[in-house]
């Protein structure tokens, strides 16, 4: 249980475009979704956090209007790279979370994340 | 300000030994404490959840222990294998299960 899928995997953009990356937590609601990017080498580093129905929280840093999050339903979050640029190029990984009341208390799954190459 | 640190940063060892990890963290409180493996290019994946009333969790190779007085928890590895080569994460969960502190993570490469 608690399989989180993120699509697609891998993307070569041009540009100025604009990609999106999906988020689907297949089995269970996810209440809160987190956005990473990871550069070669480096550890994760947290984007945002989004919780279901509200607006994304982001990090220090972070472009909100670079980087849109949507998290309309409990089971999708989508991540809108705008008009994307070479630099933009990186791994980036969600994962989600949700109570479960049992004595972990929650599930936090991450995604198998999307490689974003901007030529 | 709650923090995860993780030592060592990288670490190479040879096919067959052990080592472990350390996870040093100031979260107060804290509802659980997770271990994730992560190989290159993929997401990270969990390896064990210990609450903060548990002592020790082991996952076949993987064995973690938690320290709540010390706020010190490590990761031991017995009898490496080439497929551990990956980054070790620690994730400490805050008490209302709602604020997630990451570490940053130990590099291992387990060398023939």
């Known amino acids: 249980g608690a399989v989180v899928s993120q699509h697609p995997s891998r993307v070569i953009c041009k540009s100025g475009t604009s990609v999106k990356i999906e988020c689907r937590s297949l089995?269970?609601?996810?209440?809160?979704m987190f956005w990473y990017r990871q550069f070669p080498k480096q550890s994760l580093m947290l984007m945002a956090t989004s919780n279901e129905g509200s607006k994304a929280t982001y990090e220090q840093g972070v472009e909100k209007d670079k980087f849109l999050i949507n998290h309309a339903s409990l089971t999708l979050s989508t991540l809108t790279v705008t008009s994307a640029h070479p630099e933009d190029s990186s791994f980036y990984i969600c994962?989600?979370?949700?109570?479960?009341?049992?004595?972990?208390?929650?599930?936090?799954?991450f995604g198998a994340g999307s490689r974003l190459t901007v030529l | 300000k709650n923090q995860v640190e993780q030592s060592p940063q990288s670490l190479i060892i040879l096919e067959g030994k052990n080592c472990t990890l350390q996870?040093?963290?100031?979260?107060?409180?804290?509802?659980?404490l997770r271990w994730y493996k992560q190989d290159t290019g993929r997401g990270p994946v969990s390896l064990t959840i210990?609450?903060?009333?548990?002592n020790t969790k082991s996952n076949g190779r993987y064995t973690a222990t938690l320290d709540a007085d010390t706020k010190q928890s490590s990761l031991h590895i017995t009898a490496s294998q080439l497929s551990d080569s990956a980054s070790y994460i620690c994730?400490?969960?805050?008490?209302?299960?709602?604020?997630?502190?990451f570490g940053s993570g130990t590099k291992l490469n387990v060398k023939p």
């Open positions: 994730v400490v969960i805050g008490y209302n299960f709602n604020k997630f502190y």
């Open positions: 996870c040093n963290y100031t979260v107060s409180p804290f509802s659980n």
């Open positions: 994962s989600a979370s949700a109570l479960t009341g049992r004595g972990s208390g929650n599930v936090l799954t």
């Open positions: 089995d269970f609601q996810a209440t809160t």
């Open positions: 210990m609450t903060f009333s548990e």
